[in-house]
Nanobody, 117 residues
Framework: QVQPVESGGGLVQPGGSLRLSCEAP????????MTWYRQAPGKQRELVAS???????NYADSVKGRFTISRDNTKNTVYLQMNSLNPEDTAVYYC???????????WGQGTQVTVSS
């Protein structure tokens, strides 16, 4: 059973930064599209950022210019660098590994990010 594992969440003050990591062992990581989602209390899960196997990236408008997604295929890991955080970024952040063109995808269990003074 493939289980991506997120880490790096925590409590941060407004304007601060965090770097999330998601390791996905047991898959041919380099061919998977990796996506970060988030879900705030009482809201639907939303896409934050994604990166293809070729390195193309996509961001939600709300995080453009503040968040950066990257991947290290040698470590089976995707990262989300989050800068200029604000309280609206408070959510559980999830990592998803998806094999393009198939129904195969794996979700992590999430990591909590709380932005508060």
């Amino acid at each position: 059973q493939v289980q991506p594992v997120e880490s790096g969440g925590g409590l941060v003050q407004p304007g601060g930064s965090l770097r999330l990591s998601c390791e996905a062992p047991g898959i041919t990581f380099s061919i998977y599209v990796m996506t970060w989602y988030r879900q705030a209390p009482g809201k639907q899960r939303e896409l934050v950022a994604s990166i293809t196997h070729g390195g193309s990236t996509n961001y939600a408008d709300s995080v453009k210019g503040r968040f950066t997604i990257s991947r290290d295929n040698t470590k089976n890991t995707v990262y989300l660098q989050m800068n200029s955080l604000n309280p609206e970024d408070t959510a559980v952040y999830y990592c998803d590994a998806r094999l393009l063109g198939s129904a195969i995808n794996y979700w992590g269990q999430g990591t909590q990010v709380t932005v508060s003074s």
